[in-house]
């Protein structure tokens, strides 16, 4: 729903920012982790991380996803064609799907039990290992598709702002 507010709600803002930082967090030192192969107890410590930190994040990503369906959006005051606002719309959808589908696969493709920040023990939710390896496969390319719509989005940004339209600001306090 787009209306005459000109700025995101604070919440809203909180929500986005905390996401990209989870996000770009999980997403580009998971890629790493994969591009470095071998096993190190660092790379143990950052994958322990990881799995924490996005199964904590999981219920405050669902509490985003309800409140962008609730809150009103800020309108593009003529800063981009009707073409440009469905496009962004559909990236913005895309990503909120692929984030989604990262936490399912992230949390199927577990074969063994895992800690969350050492707090609390989840047992694998599939006991089938060619199941578990094709969640494993799914969550790796859907990483790499959200990492494409992230440089895609982060651009789009820089783009309009660099031309003068001030799209970033709805996002900032």
């Not at 895992?114 to 578990?132: A, C, H, K």
């Not at 970033?168 to 306090?173: A, F, H, I, T, V």
Request: one cysteine or more; glycine letters at 4%; hydrophobic letters at 55%.
């Amino acid at each position: 729903m787009e209306t005459s507010v000109t700025k995101f709600d604070t919440l809203a803002k909180v929500l986005h920012w905390l996401s990209a930082i989870v996000i770009l967090w999980a997403t580009f030192s998971g890629l790493f982790l994969v591009a470095v192969g071998g096993k190190s107890e660092w790379k143990l410590l950052i994958s322990e991380f990881n799995v924490s930190l996005t199964t904590v994040f999981i219920p405050i990503f669902c509490v985003r996803i309800i409140h962008a369906a609730r809150t009103a959006r800020p309108c593009y005051q003529g800063e981009l064609s009707a073409a440009q606002i469905l496009c962004v719309r559909y990236v913005h959808i895309t990503m909120y799907l692929l984030v989604m589908l990262l936490f399912i696969s992230g949390l199927l493709m577990m074969r063994s039990e895992f800690q969350v920040f050492r707090l609390i023990t989840i047992p694998p939710l599939i006991e089938q290992t060619q199941v578990s390896q094709f969640f494993s496969w799914v969550h790796q390319y859907v990483s790499y598709l959200l990492t494409a719509l992230i440089i895609l989005h982060v651009f789009a940004v820089i783009i309009h702002q660099r031309a003068g339209k001030k799209i970033l600001q709805r996002m900032l306090w």
